[in-house]
Each structure stands twice: as C-alpha cells, then as structure tokens.
C-alpha cells in the first residue's frame, strides 16, 4: 500500500475506538476507564509518556520521607457550572477509600490513614506509613474526583453528548481566564469522538479511514492486526510494565508441591514462546523486573542457567515419577490470540507429559492466565498480584512489608518475599503485558509507555 492511500483526513474530531463495552456507568473496561480520567481527573493524571502531570491539584510536595502528600487544588468547576471546594475533594477521596470492595487498588492504599482539609485551597493526605510512590495510584481513573450524583467531574474534557453511545468530548474552558472571550472556543480537531466496541470491529473501521486511534488492545486479539492488513507504521506496541504468566490457583495433586511447581515453569521457552505470537513481545523469566522498591536485586529461579534441554528433562523426571497421569486446567479468555497462547502452553506441557483443557476464566481452573499493567512502580504490587495464592511465608513477608514503619524496613520485607515467591513457585511469570495500539499519523502527540496509557486530551493538540 502507498503511503498516498495512507493518507487520512486531519481535520474534525479525533475519533477513538476503544477495545470494550460502550462507556457506560457501571462498567470499569477500557473505554470507561478513558472517559472517566477524561472527565473527571483526579488530584494528578498522567500525561502522554505515562509521566505525572498536575490534576485537579495544580502542585503538591511529599514530607516526611514520604509520609505526607499536601495538594493545592486549582480553580476549577463542576459539569454544573459549581465551583469545587476542598471539603467536596476530601469527602469524595474519603468515600473512596472506605469503599471495600469498589476497585483493585484499594489494597495498595491501606496506607493512607486520613485526608484532611488544610485551608479552602489546600488538602493534606497523611498516612500512617511511609509510601513515596503513590503518585501513580492518585492518577489512575479509580481515584478520579467525581461527584456520583451531580456535577460530575473536572475535566479536562466534558461529554457534549451525555445519552450518546459514542459520546463526543470538548476541552472545558480554563476557569483561570478572567473573562469568557479570553477561553476560546474549542476547534473540531480539539474534540475526541469515543467508541467501545470489539476488536474486529475497531480494525475495520480503523481499516476504512472512519477512526483514528484503535486503543486498549491487548494479547486476546493480537493476531487480527494482521488480518486487518494495517499499515505496520501505524502499528504501535507499548513497552508495558506488568505480568503476564499463569497463577497456580488450585495446590493440589502434583501442584501441591513446589518443586513440580517449578518443573513447570521451568519447561517453557519463553522466547520461543513469544516470538511466535508478536514480533518486539519481551519475554520474563522473573516475577520483578528490577529491584524497584525492594532491598535486593529481583530473585532469578534457580533453573536459569541450564539449557533448555537440561530443564525439560529434569521436569519430564519429575512429571514421570508422580506415578499416575497428570492433566491441568488452564483458565484463558476465548479469543483468537489467548486460542495460539494455550497452543504454545500446551505444547510445553504436553513435552513434559502433562495433558491440559483449556477452561473459561469463570470455571474451576489449576492455572489461570494473569495479564495486568502494573498501576505503580512497587515490588509489593507485583509480588501481591502473583500470590494468588502463595506459600505462608511469602504471604506473612508481604504483610510486612505492607505494615513496614520505615522504607527500610519495607525494602528488606519486600526482598525477603521476593526470596518466599521464587521458592515457592506461586507464579510462572512468561513475559511483559503486550499492549497495542493502531494510531494514525496525526495523532502526534501518541507515546509508547511503561503504564500504556493514552489521556484522551494528549493525543493531537494539548487541552488545557
């Protein structure tokens, strides 16, 4: 294909399909996610490289080593025209916090013992343990301030449309500007178009020029990239920080033993394994990807340093010597790319002498496929994320670290569960998360980052 039929309009409104459900209340896939933190910002956001950029708080500072996150909020206004008040910030982060089972990351922010009101522009979030890496967890849309029943939210953006189902969202004016004519009028080209829908359905209408972002693609619909016949240029992967590996769910039978635990994980060639699905995939052998915010380098297994030979043959012993036939259920979405991954995964378990069933993510399972982007950069999400379950003294280590007084204290912790993990085998870690975008040239402002993740308002031209 020439680069002229590559060619797509660059004017009117960016038009985005996101890989989910129509955005909706209720809903917490994709497409929501990118409404909510387009709407309704929280303290801070992340900007287009996955970097912190002022929020709702337009600064802040961290004290005592961490202890202390003190925000000054800006000027701004609720969708109903209000202004937004410190006490109305405070209460909807409290309400958040007590909300036990309302999202994932609450248990990574049992830290935070009050949100206080300091003065009518300024709140202080003190916690009771140190954590100078929260940043990230106050920019993730779960904690975005939103008024559940009226007013919504901040911005950047605002629903122009509020019943549509591909609803169409314009900056807000800058309430800073003293005077209405000194905020412009939002162009076209400034306004975003957002569309859930399938995959298949995102790669045709990206196909046919009628969008120009394909956001939140993930391993399940990889291969249909190259049935889509999109150019490769468009075609862009994130360098996503996460896990990507089969949890031992159910400890029993030759799963209850963690070194046939470990004769698994150490069968599968992972490079292998992911170049035959995408080209650029990074395959991991390890639960950490670096020390991060533990006292140690991450634990590499034990196995690392034989060939692949060496490994198999030492499971098949093993797989042998169970006396009596072994077969896994493997719990994986149905989908054209998670149907090849349990290809290669069976594959390997059936060079071992194990026989597998592909099951849904809902049933009963011996092996379930993780696939998450880490939130933040703290060894305690990885490791707390791979025990699902994992042994007593990786579960006891992580509750240390979780009460730790002091980030030293917290560093030794995380390490000493690392070591409880890497023994125990909870885990078989296979690569970093893949994430996929298809992204048309006029989006340049279009980043390739850690958090794979794309604001709405950073796409083409800055909002305010």
């Given at each position: ?250 400890r029993e039978g030759f799963l209850a033993d963690a070194a ?19 080209r650029g995939w990074e395959p991991m052998d390890r639960l ?115 009460l730790a007084p002091t980030l030293g204290d917290r560093a ?53």
């Amino acid at each position: 294909m020439s680069s002229g039929c590559e060619r797509r309009r660059d004017s009117g409104p960016v038009i985005v399909s996101a890989i989910g459900q129509p955005p909706a209340a209720g809903h917490r896939d994709w497409p929501q996610r990118l409404l909510v933190d387009a709407t309704a910002q929280g303290l801070v956001r992340f900007d287009a490289a996955g970097q912190i950029e002022p929020g709702l708080a337009e600064r802040w500072i961290v004290t005592d080593n961490g202890g202390s996150y003190i925000f000054r909020l800006r000027e701004a206004n609720w969708a109903d025209g209000r202004p937004v008040t410190a006490e109305q910030v405070v209460d909807i982060l409290q309400g958040r916090l007590r909300a036990a089972a309302d999202h994932a990351l609450l248990p990574f922010l049992t830290a935070i013992d009050e949100v206080v009101v300091m003065t009518p522009q300024v709140i202080e979030v003190r916690l009771a343990r140190p954590r100078p890496d929260l940043l990230k967890l106050f920019a993730q849309p779960e904690l975005a301030i939103i008024r559940s029943r009226a007013g919504g939210g901040t911005g950047p953006m605002r629903v122009s449309a509020l019943r549509s189902a591909a609803p169409l969202l314009r900056p807000i004016p800058d309430p800073t500007r003293a005077e209405p004519e000194d905020s412009p009028t939002p162009t076209p080209e400034e306004e975003v178009r957002l569309i859930g829908e399938r995959a298949s359905l995102a790669l045709v209408r990206f196909g046919r020029r009628e969008s120009d972002l394909v956001s939140g693609g993930t391993i399940a619909d990889w291969p249909l990239v190259a049935l889509s016949g999109a150019p490769p240029a468009t075609v862009r992967l994130d360098p996503a920080a996460g896990l990507f590996g089969l949890a031992v769910v159910r400890r029993e039978g030759f799963l209850a033993d963690a070194a046939n635990r470990q004769a698994l994980s150490q069968a599968f060639d992972r490079a292998t394994l992911v170049a035959s699905l995408a080209r650029g995939w990074e395959p991991m052998d390890r639960l950490l990807p670096e020390a991060l915010d533990s006292g140690a380098p991450p634990q590499v297994p034990g196995w690392s340093l034989q060939t692949l030979d060496q490994r198999r043959a030492d499971a098949r012993t093993r797989v042998a010597g169970w006396g009596s036939p072994v077969r896994l259920a493997i719990a994986l979405p149905d989908a054209p790319g998670t149907r090849l991954l349990y290809a290669q995964i069976a594959a390997t378990l059936q060079a071992i002498g194990i026989g597998s069933v592909r099951v849904k993510p809902t049933e009963p399972a011996d092996l379930r496929l993780v696939d998450a982007v880490a939130p933040y950069d703290s060894a305690r999400w990885y490791l707390a994320t791979a025990c699902r379950p994992c042994s007593e003294a990786a579960q006891a280590a992580l509750e240390q670290a979780r009460l730790a007084p002091t980030l030293g204290d917290r560093a030794q912790a995380l390490a000493a569960a690392d070591i409880a993990m890497n023994q125990d085998t909870a885990f078989i870690p296979l690569a970093r998360p893949l994430r996929w975008s298809l992204v048309a040239s006029r989006l340049r402002q279009w980043q390739p980052n850690a958090r794979a993740w794309h604001p709405l308002n950073r796409l083409r031209a800055d909002t305010n």
